[in-house]
């Protein structure tokens, strides 16, 4: 089972896409939740809001435990600031990653963009990948190894215990970056791992609005 942190955020999107490789998955919004889990992902939104919610919730303390038990996690945009060991210019937020990230770094909402990537290891057919507002990953320390670079910059890198992607597969068709988080947390997906999602739309999310 994987959980998606539910503080706020792109939820309903992740939840669409572990469903559709058939990978069994739940909202997480207390620390009770987060038991029985194999990985969690933070998803996308506003790092400085997740940080006061994850406090006021406790939900912080929680996932350092449960990621010392052996949680993997994933954080995707927003979500790769709060596992950040080191933030530019603030406090790190879980510090879970050796890695230190640059918000907003490739500009204002309106330089957020859109790209066609190859990445050999997950797929072979080139992945379409949404940047909003997206964090750049600036250090990557010993125990972190870069999975892809955009326009000259870090955009995904991992560890033994985490991912961390400064886009959002989660709002395009591409199943990869979800294949490969499963993959990682020892989670099989049940139908037919798929790179893309061939009936994929903008709002096929909102058929979970009510989950
Ligand atoms: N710019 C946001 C932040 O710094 C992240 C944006 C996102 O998750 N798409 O928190």
């Known amino acids: 089972m994987i959980g998606i942190l539910d503080l706020q955020g792109g939820v309903l999107e992740h ?10 998955a739940r909202r997480v919004k207390v620390a009770t939740e987060l038991k029985g ?11 400085t809001c ?3 919610l994850l406090a006021m919730e406790k939900m912080d303390d929680a996932i350092r435990a449960a990621a010392k038990r052996g949680l993997k996690l994933w ?18 937020i879980l510090k879970l990653m050796e890695i230190t990230v640059e918000r907003n770094a490739y500009g204002s909402q309106l330089d957020s963009f859109n790209c066609l990537v190859s990445i050999a290891e997950l797929a072979p057919e ?27 910059k870090i955009a995904a890198a991992e560890s033994d215990a985490a991912l961390v ?3 959002h597969p989660e709002l395009s068709p591409t199943l990869a970056f979800h294949a490969y988080f499963a993959h990682k947390c020892g989670v099989r997906p049940t139908t037919k791992t798929m790179a893309l999602a061939p009936d994929w739309s903008m709002t096929s999310w909102t058929r979970l609005a009510k989950v």
């Open 15 to 24: 939840l669409d896409h572990l469903q559709r490789l058939g990978i069994p």
């Open 50 to 52: 997740l940080r006061r």
């Open 126 to 152: 080139p992945l379409p990948l949404v940047f909003i507002r997206a964090p750049v990953i600036v250090r990557t320390g010993k125990s972190v190894r870069t999975l892809l670079e955009v326009k000259g």
């Open 165 to 167: 992607t400064t886009f």
């Open 37 to 47: 889990l194999k990985g969690l992902i933070l998803p996308g939104g506003e790092s």
């Open 75 to 92: 954080g995707t945009c927003a979500g790769a600031i709060l596992l950040a060991d080191e933030i530019v210019g603030e406090t790190g």
